[in-house]
């Protein structure tokens, strides 16, 4: 069992930057590959970022990609997503997911474990 908890987001203006943070809690937090997702109102689940279990391979959504970076620290059983340049359409609540396998994973069927989330809101 993981449980998740996500801190971080916050108000911010369009072009500047948020660093979201995921503490997970258990032993086997290494043995997770993690991704953050995010859901605007009105809106599916959308898949942002993944990090494989050593943080060697990480995948980005495209309207993400180039702007936003996942990391994680497995001795601080974290995972992070460094978001610049954004944009009012990245205004959602964000989500971190465990996957209980090392790889990566764009579904958000294939993730076990969630977080509660954490709102950003971008104003223009």
């Known amino acids: 069992q993981v449980q998740l908890v996500e801190s971080g987001g916050g108000l911010v203006q369009a072009g500047g930057s948020l660093r979201l943070s995921c503490a997970a809690s258990g032993r086997t937090f290494s043995s997770y590959g993690m991704g953050w997702f995010r859901q605007a109102p009105g809106k599916e689940r959308e898949f942002v970022a993944a990090?494989?279990?050593?943080?060697?391979?990480?995948y980005y959504g495209d309207s993400v990609k180039g702007r936003f970076t996942i990391s994680r620290d497995n001795a601080k059983n974290s995972v992070y997503l460094q978001m610049t340049s954004l944009k009012p359409e990245d205004t959602a609540v964000y989500y971190c997911?465990?996957?209980?396998?090392?790889?990566?994973?764009?579904?958000?069927?294939?993730?076990?474990?969630w977080g509660q989330g954490t709102q950003v809101t971008v104003s223009s």
């Open positions: 990090i494989n279990w050593s943080g060697g391979s990480t």
């Open positions: 997911a465990a996957k209980s396998d090392y790889g990566l994973g764009t579904s958000q069927y294939e993730y076990t474990f």
